[in-house]
T-cell receptor
Framework: QQPVQSPQAVILREGEDAVINCSSS?????VHWYRQKHGEAPVFLMI?????EQMRHEKISASFNEKKQQSSLYLTASQLSYSGTYFC?????????????FGQGTILTVHP | DTGVSQNPRHKITKRGQNVTFRCDPI?????LYWYRQTLGQGPEFLTY????????KSRLLSDRFSAERPKGSFSTLEIQRTEQGDSAMYLC???????????????FGSGTQLSVL
């Protein structure tokens, strides 16, 4: 089952903060976050594990709420370079942790 | 680390034709994945290889799709008798395959954009 991301789109001015959520209807053990800029490859940001610590990539951090079966991505003091589409992915089962089911994405636009 | 390389970047074909895409993963990576992405959606898993062995295929993958990874290095994805619904970005990714939830980072290529007319 595909995780659900919210919001679908966010528009910010440089320096503002944003939160992107990723929710699943099934139990989560890990959540992967990727960012994709227009016309480019998705780039790995971080992996959150059940029971693990909050993770950070530059000024982007993420948390994992097991009870809510949700992960949240926190973008602090946003920069122009943060613009792109953010995807969360959850392991789809099978023989590899790299077999992921991705959400539909959240489009983040940061203006000067 | 030269990254994951895919070619061609763009492919336009007529319905019914066969197409083949190539992916060169990061050299020390054991696992290679194929994903498909349509506009406004996240990548969708198609298949993956551990070295030269194809270990999983998506149930959504039609018989018209076949993938190979001879010698465990580069991989090819072939689509036979293309249909308009096959139009999408085909992404390749590779990983170290260390069987650890914390280490299975995917390194994606820039993809091959397929347009079926």
């Amino acid at each position: 089952q595909q995780p659900v991301q919210s919001p679908q789109a966010v528009i910010l001015r440089e320096g503002e903060d944003a939160v992107i959520n990723c929710s699943s209807s099934k139990a989560l053990y890990s959540v992967h976050w990727y960012r994709q800029k227009h016309g480019e490859a998705p780039v790995f940001l971080m992996i959150l594990l059940k029971g693990g610590e909050q993770m950070r990539h530059e000024k982007i951090s993420a948390s994992f709420n097991e009870k809510k079966q949700q992960s949240s991505l926190y973008l602090t003091a946003s920069q122009l370079s943060y613009s792109g589409t953010y995807f969360c992915g959850t392991p789809a089962g099978g023989t590899s942790y790299g077999k992921l089911t991705f959400g539909q994405g959240t489009i983040l636009t940061v203006h000067p | 680390d030269t990254g994951v390389s895919q070619n061609p970047r763009h492919k336009i074909t007529k319905r019914g034709q066969n197409v083949t895409f190539r992916c060169d993963p990061i050299s020390e990576h054991n696992r290679l994945y194929w994903y498909r992405q349509t506009l406004g959606q996240g990548p969708e898993f198609l298949t993956y290889f551990q070295n030269e062995a194809q270990l999983e295929k998506s149930r959504l993958l039609s018989d018209r799709f076949s993938a190979e990874r001879p010698k465990g290095s580069f991989s090819t994805l072939e689509i036979q008798r293309t249909e308009q619904g096959d139009s999408a970005m085909y992404l390749c990714a590779s990983s170290r395959g260390l069987d650890s939830a914390t280490n299975e980072k995917l390194f994606f290529g820039s993809g091959t954009q397929l347009s079926v007319l």
